[in-house]
């Protein structure tokens, strides 16, 4: 039944003293997948589990440079990517207006059966640490109510929170990204945005190499053939040496 197997999250185990536990967490948004999402069955939502005196608890959300090791110490994934949302306002003085706003990796529009309507999605070049590049990609309602669907928005500047973006897709209809209930008007490159919030949230420290700020989530991928267990069990082994490092 692929819509029971794509709500399977992947579980990581943080050890506590001698307290470890790795347990399965139902992600109840993922019992019907978002729209146009490519492989439902075999993409999961990464949580971290770990027992705290007895008790146990699952979160959702990592640090970036966490995200970074568990991609890059894992095989058991075709693609991983790192993802959030954020209310920011859009526009400049009266006319700006607080709006949904997809903040994430390159890899997040692979998941997806998604080719962009005009232009094109950001790429890893512009996604990379540490300040990324200011480009943006429209979603289709935000495109069409606020641009009357212009054939000449690529290239137009636009301005997100504190940064001022340029536009170079629009993604199509019916693409929502994880968000199904409230979709992004606009889509920048986490590292971007993340050498924006850094500034406030961290000091003397590098945002992309810090252990200490959790702000986005991560989703993957298994390569055909690998199971959820062993997909589990790689992540454990990739968390605990990343712990380690």
């Known amino acids: 039944r692929p819509g029971f197997t794509a709500a399977v999250v992947l579980t990581l185990a943080l050890g506590i003293g001698a307290n470890t536990a790795i347990f399965s967490v139902v992600d109840r948004l993922l019992f019907r997948p978002p729209p146009l999402l490519r492989d439902p069955a075999l993409t999961h939502r990464i949580y971290l589990a770990r027992t705290d005196r007895g008790k146990e608890f699952a979160g959702s959300y990592i640090q970036y440079a966490r995200y970074r090791d568990l991609t890059d110490w894992t095989s058991s994934f075709a693609r991983t990517a790192m993802f959030t949302a954020r209310r920011l306002a859009i526009g400049i003085g009266p006319e700006s207006r607080e709006r949904q ?73 019916g693409f929502v990204g994880l968000w199904p209930g409230s ?41 055909p053939g690998v199971s959820v267990p062993a997909a589990d069990a790689d992540l454990s082994a990739a ?5 380690e490092a």
Not at 137 to 154: E, I, K, P, S
Not at 206 to 212: F, L
Not at 239 to 243: E, I, M, T, V
């Open 101 to 173: 706003v997809g903040i994430v990796t390159a890899g997040f529009f692979s998941f997806f059966d998604a080719p962009p309507v005009l232009g094109r999605y950001f790429g890893p070049a512009e996604d990379s640490v540490p300040v990324g590049t200011p480009v943006a990609v429209l979603g289709y309602g935000y495109w069409q109510t606020a641009y009357g669907g212009r054939q000449d928005v690529l290239g137009a500047r636009i301005q997100v929170g504190a940064t001022t973006y340029t536009i170079i897709g629009v993604a199509p209809r």
């Open 183 to 223: 979709p992004p008007a606009v889509y920048v490159p986490m590292t971007v945005y993340g050498a924006e919030l850094a500034g406030n949230m961290l000091h003397r420290e590098e945002w992309w190499t810090s252990y200490h700020w959790t702000w986005a989530e991560m989703i993957a991928a298994r390569k």
């Open 239 to 243: 968390y605990l040496k990343s712990y």
